[in-house]
């Protein structure tokens, strides 16, 4: 299947400072990727979807100016997490779509992070 | 009601059985449908597509039935490597910016036992 990574695969950092996580494919081209966040014992809930070359769509109570999503290439979509408060502590992972008729995603990773 | 729903479990099996799992979506727009698996603090793998005639991919079979808004997963001579959250994942289309986003069940925790 085809390849997703994200660095770094764990962050701890301090209250009010930023956090910048990367996703690649790696072996193909992704127009759209998303990003999701999972708290202990939940599923994934979305956070906002990721279009190459235009701004990123996000959920409902999701706050943009807080979780800045940058899809600067067809391979490279960046999320930062912006004066990180502990509530942000989570898993957070991205995915590429790939083209095709199924809408398959593939994930990476992963990223936990910690906010102290 | 939330859009896609799972008995959250948890099934414990042993090695050999067979087991189901259900899932329910809210959606009757709903175009594509998958299992995923998740292992504990890693992220979701493909397991299968969901197709409305039914699919097999060696000890899994997936059903859908669009006219109940159902889908199940049966595994079948289960192995240890099988304990794992299953996770039931919808996706509708509803153009622009909808395209390809999934909604994901709260997942099925499954512990198989030898």
């Known amino acids: 299947g085809a390849v997703v990574s994200q660095h770094p695969s764990r962050v701890i950092c301090k209250s009010g400072t930023s956090v910048k996580i990367e996703c690649r494919s790696l072996?193909?081209?992704?127009?759209?990727m998303f990003w999701y966040r999972q708290f202990p014992k939940q599923s994934l809930m979305l956070m906002a979807t990721?279009?190459?070359?235009?701004?990123?769509?996000?959920e409902q109570g999701v706050e943009k100016d807080k979780f800045l999503i940058n899809h600067a290439s067809l391979t490279l979509s960046t999320l930062t997490v912006t004066s990180a408060h502990p509530e942000d502590s989570s898993f957070y992972i991205c995915?590429?779509?790939?083209?095709?008729?199924?809408?398959?995603?593939?994930f990476g990773p992963g990223t936990r992070l910690t906010v102290t | 009601r939330k859009e896609v729903e799972q008995d959250p479990g948890p099934f414990n099996v042993p090695e050999g059985a067979t087991v189901a799992f259900n899932c329910t979506y809210s959606?009757?727009?709903?175009?594509?449908f998958f299992w995923y698996r998740q292992d504990c603090r890693k992220e979701p793998k493909l397991l299968m597509s969901v197709y409305s005639s039914g699919n097999e991919d060696g000890r899994f079979t997936a059903q859908l039935n669009r006219a109940s808004q159902y889908i199940s997963l049966l595994i079948r001579d289960s192995k240890l490597s099988d304990s794992a959250t299953y996770l039931c994942?919808?996706?509708?289309?509803?153009?622009?910016?909808?395209?390809?986003?999934?909604?994901f069940g709260q997942g099925t925790i499954l512990t198989v036992h030898p």
């Open positions: 995915s590429a779509l790939t083209s095709g008729v199924s809408y398959e995603q593939y």
């Open positions: 990721s279009n190459e070359g235009s701004k990123a769509t996000y």
């Open positions: 994942v919808v996706n509708w289309d509803a153009g622009g910016t909808s395209y390809g986003k999934l909604t």
């Open positions: 072996d193909f081209q992704a127009t759209t």
């Open positions: 959606n009757s727009a709903s175009q594509s």
